[in-house]
């Protein structure tokens, strides 16, 4: 049963993390730029929710579409504004860059919302235990569960069927060739930009009761991040599901059964796999061009 | 005519090479006259001068090598406890224990040199940062060990030399900071101006071609992190001996970040933007700290950006160019 129980919090945990990292793979895959500006993003998401829970008044269902939509237009402004004026660049200077925005984003959300913690409020109908024949689940853990595989079925959906997704597809594989036969790549960008922007948003305003909202969110999950996309395969969408579920559940299982371990085995494991396969589990070989 | 007398020997080159320019000079005068200041602050200055020894480790690989790193701070953390478990547990005496503690991270720095040489770009990072993340991880949940987060306490540092104590002004502690790092920065400057040196500069700007020229291009990266990271040791022992006090911050993920952040605000591959940028890096963390305590974060990370955007290649770099184009019109009038 504790087994279950577990297997069940880490595959929560680890839809989670999906949600926050699927849009970093899709944009680091597709114009190859490390943002690790994309963390504060997912930050931004559960503050926006918590203030328009606060101060408008809405309900917790009605806040989430909100902060995709809001989260989704300010990681545009990001792109259109900053970002585009480094994709020529090397891996340092973006993660220069990007790491400046994290310091700024932490420093502008402790001078808005204060260094504490925010207090986040869950409806009743989803707090509290469920009792499915003796095991008893969170029922905020089976909302995101749920809310994780109707996300993955409609980004797949979205990716493998619509023209967009294909054209998404196109600039992953060959940005040149993509422009080449006439699509407006830098349109494709921002759109993928900002819709990855959006999951990152609503990713944390998910997460918010669960990981807490303070200004020191990013510094916390950058490497949790980091290491669901490069594990993955960068750009790969499965890739990032499954490596987000793995380290979901090894971050639950060791924190129950070896909690003197920390976070070492998932480190180990990190580190092996990138030595075993450095482009991902999933991902594809690319050149250095 | 014969031009026996301007023909480029092999020997005038690396003595060109390696010539003192009036800056450099001028440079290390500045920290001596430092210490002659009455009301200086040593113990900041001896600070800066820490970082800078450490940010001159990671040029070594990232601005000489073209290879970023983002687990430094384990070299440093483990020439940090090395000195910490060295002055605990009886040996005092500075001078060998600092050397103890450099070799040591030397064969930590060779190790991972070996483990990372045949990787690139965000796997090369994730394994530093993975290694970084797992030593900081075992040293902060070994408490009996290490003390863990309250950090290891009772390091006691023998009088340097058998004669001068490591007293509370920072006297002693600032002229053997600044001893150390000037002689490490002059091996270190002798071998970036060597064949040696020369060959990692190649493969850094076009691994192929030195390949195929014989170069050992992987043997010549795992020497290189090793070195470094003997270099980032020595430097973290320096910590520990002139504070007596070792934190498990001295290996978190924050310092690796915030030197990379300290050698791209000075200028990689100068030797000498590491020791720019950790004097403004620390002056001004040291001045804001003090007036927003909060929020001073936000002017790092702004002045990173800014540099980042604009002057893609850091304070020195920049400055050179300046100077550069100063001096050319003056040159074409005559």
Known sequence: MIILTILFNGVAYGFLLFIMAVGLSVTMGMMRFVNLAHVSLCMLGGYVMVTAMSKLGLSFLSTLPLTFVATALFSIALERLVLRFFYGTDDLTQVLLTIGLVFMSVSSVAYFWGPTFQPVNIPAWLSGQADFGGLLLERYRLFLVAIGIVLTVVI?????????????????DNRRAASGSGLNTQLVFALTFAIGGGLAGLGGALS??????????????????????????????????????????????????????????????TVAVMLWRPQGLLGRKVGHA | MLETTNKPTAFGFFRERARWSYWEIAFWLCWVVAFFIPGANLVLLGQ??????????????????????????????????????????????????????????GVAGLVTGRIVRGLHGVSLLMVTLGLNLLL????????????????LQGVTVAPLLGLFRFDMRGNTAYVYVLVVTFIVFLAVRALVNSAWGLSLMGARDNPRRMTMLGAPVAEDLTWAFGISAMVAGIAGALLTQTTQFVSPETLSFQRSADLLV?????????????????????????????????????????LLVLIVAFFRKGIL????????????????SR
């Open chain 2, 48 to 105: 800066v001068l820490v970082w800078g020894l450490f940010a001159l480790a990671l040029d070594l690989v990232l601005g000489y090598r073209g290879i970023p790193s983002l687990g430094h701070a384990a070299f440093f953390g483990i020439g940090a406890y090395a000195a910490g478990f060295l002055g605990k547990y009886g040996w005092t005496e500075p001078i060998s224990a600092l050397l103890v503690a450099g070799l040591l991270a």
């Open chain 1, 208 to 269: 918010a009761s669960l990981l807490g909202s303070d200004p020191n969110f990013p510094f916390r999950y950058l490497v949790y991040m980091l290491i669901v996309v490069s594990v993955g395969g960068m750009g790969t969408i499965v890739g990032t599901l499954i490596s987000a579920l793995a380290l979901g559940i090894a971050d639950v299982a060791t924190k129950y059964y070896l909690p003197a371990a920390g976070g070492s085995i998932i480190y180990i494991v």
């Open chain 2, 262 to 302: 300290i050698l791209v605000i000075g200028g990689v591959a100068m030797l000498y933007g590491g020791f720019v940028g950790a004097l403004v890096f620390i002056v001004l963390r040291d001045q804001l700290a003090a007036l927003l305590p909060i929020y001073w974060y936000f002017w790092i990370g702004l």
């Open chain 2, 317 to 332: 770099p920049s400055l050179r160019m300046l100077l550069v184009r100063l001096r050319q019109p003056r040159e074409g």
């Open chain 1, 156 to 172: 797949l959906f979205g990716v493998e069927r619509t023209r967009f997704g294909a054209m998404v597809r196109a600039c992953v």
């Open chain 2, 136 to 151: 900081f991880d075992f040293v902060y949940r070994s408490t009996e060990l290490t003390g863990g987060a309250d950090g």
